[in-house]
């Protein structure tokens, strides 16, 4: 374990690789269609997940959080679609911060489905974040 500060190292970590998955991806357009760069980035990121589970030990057990998680990966597999095709014809400096501010969606839904409050200041960071996405858009 790498210690209570450990979420961001994590954190910066997933910043950078992502961050850099964007560009590549975009990259990747040059020479094969969306439908080849989703298929083939899908399978690399499939393998890699394969991989984990099972070298940490994993054991798939059939239960409510089991069918949470096959419908969490069917939605985020189509997001990756319709990213995928935005990617496709769309300017990655765009497209890529656009579709970063999904999180609105899960805190509204958090929001209303989960009852959980927002403090002023996260509110205002919310409103800001879609404001920006505008901006980006014109």
């Not at 985020?76 to 999904?102: D, N, Q, R, W």
């Not at 899960?106 to 919310?126: D, F, H, N, P, R």
């Amino acid at each position: 374990m790498i210690g209570v500060a450990g979420w961001i190292i994590y954190s910066l970590l997933c910043l950078l690789l992502w961050g850099m998955w964007g560009l590549v991806l975009k990259l990747a357009y040059s020479g094969y269609t969306w439908l080849d760069v989703y298929f083939i980035s899908a399978a690399a990121s499939f393998t890699l997940a394969l991989a984990v589970y099972f070298l940490s030990g994993g054991k798939v057990v059939l239960s409510k959080s089991a069918a949470l998680a096959v419908l969490a990966g069917v939605l985020g597999g189509g997001g990756y679609i319709f990213f995928m095709k935005a990617l496709e014809t769309g300017k990655a400096s765009i497209v890529i911060p656009l579709t970063a501010l999904y999180p609105a969606v899960t805190v509204i839904l958090a929001l209303l489905l989960l009852g959980e409050k927002l403090s002023t200041v996260q509110a205002l960071g919310i409103t800001l974040a879609i404001i920006a996405a505008v901006l980006l858009s014109m």
